[in-house]
């Protein structure tokens, strides 16, 4: 099973600062990498597919990188609504394994 | 409007049963992945288990290998998961989860239901 690791846990940062999320893979997935984002009360919608793609209507601040094992999740500019938990989820291998998260706070 | 509707979500004691279903409408439903999908404490979230469109796959995480059986009815457009042997640690919220698996966004999960809870507690 791949496991994926994200950090850091909690993120707690002021709107219009940067925000970097991390998700390292225990072994290479390839581009298989997607994100998501969790508000509260909701289900995860999909921001991110094949490591920096942005599904439909996610705003440009959203951005992803990586290959192999180690990619970055960047939110350029931080606005109120932002304020979620963001998961890291891996399709290359099954069973498909999801990151264990990170919260991002807003000050 | 998509929409995926669980059911059969509740309190079961540790070794108990339990079958959830899902009720799909608004996409065609045939022609997606069906999967279940949970989540522990609003937090931590576990691909349980998939089924290709026809039915003629099933893919099972180690956790629950041997004790669920998802199934479905595109007759219905319905998801199932059969439960057996449950554990404390199979608490969860447990989502009916969509994707079309024809590349791009869609080999990623598209539709989520809202969840259904289960609790296995003595």
């Known amino acids: 099973e791949v496991v994926l690791t994200q950090s850091p846990a909690t993120l707690s940062l002021s709107p219009g600062e940067r925000a970097t999320l991390s998700c390292r893979a225990s072994?290479?997935?390839?581009?298989?990498l997607g994100w998501y984002q969790q508000k509260p009360g909701q289900a995860p919608r999909l921001l991110i597919y094949?490591?920096?793609n942005r599904a439909t209507g996610i705003p440009a601040r959203f951005s992803g990188s990586g290959s192999g094992t180690d990619f970055t999740l960047t939110i350029s500019s931080l606005e109120p609504e932002d304020l979620a938990l963001y998961y890291c989820?891996?399709?290359?291998?099954?069973?498909?394994?999801f990151g264990q998260g990170t919260k991002l706070e807003i000050k | 409007e998509v929409q995926l509707v669980e059911s059969g979500g509740g309190l079961v004691q540790p070794g108990g049963s339990l079958r959830l279903s899902c009720a799909a409408s608004?996409?065609?439903?045939?022609?997606?992945?069906m999967s279940w999908v949970r989540q522990v404490s609003g937090k931590g979230l576990e691909w349980v288990a998939n089924?290709?469109?026809?039915?003629?796959?099933?893919y099972y995480g180690d956790s629950v290998k041997g004790r669920f059986t998802i199934s479905r009815d595109n007759a219905k457009n319905s998801l199932y998961v059969q439960m057996h042997s449950l554990r404390v640690e199979d608490t969860a919220v447990y989502y009916c989860?969509?994707?079309?698996?024809?590349?791009?966004?869609?080999?990623?999960?598209?539709?989520w239901g809202q969840g259904t809870l289960v609790t296995v507690s003595s």
């Open positions: 989860v969509a994707y079309s698996g024809t590349g791009g966004p869609s080999e990623y999960i598209q539709y």
């Open positions: 608004g996409f065609t439903f045939s022609s997606y992945w």
């Open positions: 089924i290709k469109q026809d039915a003629s796959e099933e």
């Open positions: 072994q290479s997935i390839s581009n298989y």
């Open positions: 094949d490591v920096f």
């Open positions: 989820q891996q399709r290359g291998n099954w069973p498909f394994t």
